[in-house]
């Protein structure tokens, strides 16, 4: 609105010269319309480089190389089953007995049924040692395995639907490991804006710190097949209650208002599930 208005002042003065007055005094009249033309032109120039430039950070390297853990090129599969309410299977324990066997390099983090969030959801966690060459190793492994084969027949007459994910672990967060308990897990999936994995792990790597001191954190990753721009992060926590209170204490702590502040404009969509382990769950 301000631009027209100044526009039509312009047109209006641009064939104006300077008057002079009877008193001998000059007014100089200001030749707007070349301003607002240059303007226009700035503006339009802008606009029109800004389709093609873009002004990026050099890198030599892949975002998931620079956030991944590289000491132990670890591959994780997260499962999403949506489940009749009568699941688990009886025999269930079929899961477990492939994260013992050391022919297979794969274990069973944990396996969880959703408890508020999805209902009827099963969550499951593997973790391949020796990344995407272990994942294709089991995989034929497992269609060698009748136990196996006999137990997916009978799974897939409790199944509605399923997803799973290919992900890496954040290199600032602990590697999950089996733990006592009772416990109730809580997992949170972000759905970033693309291209801004490094910032959030920027953050994060700073935010974790404040996330350690009462042992909750579990494990951070980030997907690289399935749906992209994804993060989960899992913890660990008693009860309702204990979980209540340890992220009110978190405000507490300096930093960590700051990190939330700065992550959140990150996020497209978020997601809370709060889970129970399953009796077969190594993660107890």
Known sequence: ?????????????????????GNGQVTVVVRLDFY??????????SWFKSLFVRKVDP???????LLAKKEDN????????????????????????????????CELVGTWNTWYGDQDQAV??????????????????LRQNKEFTDYRKERGKMLLSRR????????????????????????????LRP???IEWGNYWARAIEIRQQNHEAVGGFFSQIGSLYQVHHLWAYKDLQSREDIRNAAWQREGWDEVVYYTVPLIQHMESRIMIP???SPTK
């Open 124 to 141: 499951h966690l593997w973790r391949y040692r020796g990344g995407y060459p272990a994942l294709t190793e089991v995989m034929n492994k």
């Open 36 to 45: 607002l033309n240059a303007s226009n032109r700035f503006r339009e120039d």
């Open 1 to 21: 609105m301000a631009t027209r208005v100044l526009q039509r002042v312009g047109n209006g003065l641009k064939h104006t010269k300077n008057v002079f007055q």
């Open 74 to 105: 670890n591959l994780y599969k997260i499962q999403f089953h949506n489940v009749k309410p009568e699941y688990p299977l009886p025999y269930e324990d079929v899961l477990p007995s492939i994260h013992a066997d050391p022919e297979y390099p």
């Open 59 to 65: 890198r030599k390297d892949a975002h998931s190389h």
């Open 164 to 191: 799973n994910q290919l992900l890496l672990e954040f290199s600032f967060w602990n590697e999950p490991v089996p733990r006592s308990g009772p416990n109730i897990y809580e997992l949170r999936s972000y759905q």
């Open 195 to 197: 291209g801004t994995m």
């Open 278 to 280: 399953m009796k077969s």
